[in-house]
């Protein structure tokens, strides 16, 4: 049985692409530029009578 989870196990590690750093950088910056357009607020808080 361990033959046959190693052999899963090659054709896993054979099927995953290699790591690209310049790839995951370039990634990461547009997550950044993503978060900060879709997550951050342009305009200020609205007023609200409601305390708490």
Same mark, same amino acid.
């Given at each position: 049985m361990s033959d046959d989870l190693d052999d899963i196990k090659?054709?896993?590690?054979?099927?995953? *692409?290699? *790591?690209?750093?310049?790839?995951?950088?370039?990634?990461?910056?547009?997550?950044?530029?993503?978060?900060d357009t879709l997550q951050g607020s342009t305009a200020g808080t609205r007023p609200t009578s409601v305390i708490g």
């Open positions: 090659a054709m896993m590690t054979s099927a995953t *692409p290699a *790591p690209d750093a310049t790839r995951r950088a370039e990634n990461l910056v547009l997550a950044r530029q993503n978060f």
